[in-house]
């Protein structure tokens, strides 16, 4: 899982490392960096759709058979408040896992002097993969 | 509204740019980087977000009035093939424009050695934002 | 709240009642019908949509002033499970409640036996209307 | 593909009729009911969605095997603009169809006295069923 994660290289890129892995759950984290920002000084809602997917990929991948990848077919997020604050965590859980489709949700939240805010919430729709070279993890 | 784009330092990073601007249209394009991928190599899902994200939040900004902001309410989308190309290019349209909301919706199109590959569907609301300091534009 | 339910006769005709009011929060619930099935005999993906998106419309108008009415911009719903049961319940939450926007929740249970199944969620984007003729409660 | 259509009983309760069936194409329509309306006195959002879902659906199942069966596993519905009219046409295309998956788009557009208005846009993903009893068609 940690080597799947490794090769997402635009994790690095953005900054973005695993916290939590556990059956089902999965967060990441992100500091905040004027690199990310969209043009009001936030955190743009793609670093925010980033994260969440990857949350959601890799909460999924831990139900999976240890052979099989995954794959988004699709999110939806809902932006729900401006993404200020010192570091921002992606909380990501599964609601259903199956043989093929896997849903997950997750939340993105804003972290900073002490408080914590819900800043953007995900519904997404991963697949099971397997036996498709180049898909692993 | 170039202003506003180049203020989205994320783009930058990101190394996506603009390369059309029309009355409830635009075009963002990034080339395929290492940098940006997911862990079987193909661009991440969330980078195609932040572009179809992006490209339909300036095609909603460019009807509305000269003094508004546009903020992303939320958005869904469908990856449809894995994002192998040389380029990719994000082509959002407003489908419409409404006084408070306006909806878009964004192809992610791979491009290479002389096809092209529709890899993602974004349907998005944006937004209209007036009179609150911090979010022109 | 309970005479703007009353004139959605779609839901007299589909026999969906208002189950549970509250700040934030509204349930409702629909028997089990042969009226309502899709081809494989389970309820119709979009009879679970019109309870969710309703139940998440109400939610959002508990929050909202005396005067307002409420829209339904977007929603988006994913099926987890064939919806079997005797009966099935829409509980919807107000995830954040704006001036303008209201994100909101819903899980859709499907009961029969003592038992009960999340078979649908649905994360919905709700809109405050305003001093628009026809457009109350 | 029509035995399918009328084993969909929740159809016939709304009135909803099958206009047109071509590869990959998919039409239903229905007439203006006052047994069909929110609180406003429009069409709900939910008879909307169930259109735009079935004509999804079946658009989805022209391209898939002929022992294959259609499931939702999602959509997001996009409401453009208040569902008034004399009737209803839900126009469903396929996108991208997979083995598994199958990405579809679907318009209701209202039409009333000689002018037709985009009302709602979905975005949504099929599944091919095979080999599940009760799953058929």
Redesign the interface.
């Known amino acids: 899982m940690r080597a799947?994660?490794a090769?997402?290289?635009?994790m690095?890129?953005?900054g973005i490392t695993l916290r939590r892995l556990a059956p089902g759950e999965v967060d990441l984290e992100v500091p905040f960096q004027?690199?990310?920002?969209?043009?009001?000084?936030f955190l743009?809602?793609?670093?925010l759709?980033?994260?969440a997917?990857?949350a959601c990929g890799y909460a999924a991948l831990t139900l999976m058979p240890a052979d099989a990848?995954v794959?988004?077919?699709?999110?939806?997020?809902?932006?729900?408040?401006p993404a200020k604050g010192e570091r921002f965590t992606a909380r990501a859980v599964v609601?259903?896992a199956g043989r093929?489709?896997t849903?997950c949700?997750a939340d993105v939240v804003a972290i900073g002097s002490g408080s914590e805010k819900?800043v953007a919430?995900m519904?997404a729709?991963m697949?099971t993969v397997r036996g498709r070279t180049?898909?692993?993890?």
Chains 1, 2, 3, 4 share one sequence.
Not at 44 to 47: E, S, T, Y
Not at 134 to 137: K, S, T
Request: glycine letters at 10%; charged letters at 15%; aromatic letters at 4%.
């Open positions: 799947s994660f090769r997402q290289q635009v690095a890129t953005l004027q690199a990310l920002v969209q043009q009001h000084g743009h809602a793609g670093v759709a980033t994260m997917d990857s990848g794959l988004s077919i699709e999110f939806k997020i809902n932006m729900m408040a609601l259903r093929n489709i849903v949700e819900v919430r519904l729709t697949m180049g898909v692993e993890g």
